[in-house]
């Protein structure tokens, strides 16, 4: 009886070491992501998504991912009948297109208000890795450059988003 209780002790002490906490989770599957592509950011001005996209592909490209060019991504999402639409808030049927050429894809979004009345600056932005072979969620971030007081912070430019958000990407893996 003793025998079988100090074996019953051993058993619940490696269980409990064997448990991972979710971002510990989360950061072996970020690991396992190596192939990536940022796709069209939702937001009401195009041409800052667009910037946003570009300026994040670039700094992701100088990190631990391999990010396809945009002339790649646009002949993939054509080749799967992907359209910008569907890119914004992909459903696992999207993002299991693309498993067969990318370990996972980051999304995104956001909202441009105007600086001293006339300079767009971004005020938020979220973007989230997603696992085209497991089609969930890695990692997200939200980013918030509002008004403080009375003061502004400055205008927030696509180079300084893309900037934070590979900071936090690389600081969660």
């Not at 599957?29 to 950011?41: E, G, S, T």
Request: glycine content about 4%; some cysteine.
């Amino acid at each position: 009886m003793r025998l079988i209780c100090i074996a019953a002790s051993i058993l619940l002490i490696f269980a409990g070491c064997a448990t991972k906490s979710a971002e510990e989770l989360a950061a072996e599957q970020a690991a396992r992501i190596k192939k990536i592509a940022v796709m069209p950011f939702m937001c009401a001005k195009p041409h800052m998504a667009d910037k946003i996209a570009a300026r994040l592909s670039k700094r992701l490209g100088k990190s631990t991912y391999e990010v396809i060019s945009n002339d790649d991504l646009k002949a993939l999402l054509k080749e799967n009948n992907i359209t910008r639409q569907d890119c914004f808030v992909p459903t696992p049927q999207t993002v299991e297109k693309l498993s067969k050429s990318l370990d996972g894809i980051v999304v995104g979004s956001a909202t441009i208000r105007l600086h001293g009345g006339y300079v767009e600056h971004i005020a938020k932005c979220s973007a989230t890795l997603i696992n085209t072979r497991t089609t969930e969620q890695v990692m997200t971030v939200d980013l918030v450059y509002e008004r403080t007081g009375n003061t502004w912070k400055g205008a927030v430019t696509p180079n300084k988003v893309a900037k934070d958000i590979a900071k936090s990407f690389k600081s969660q893996q």
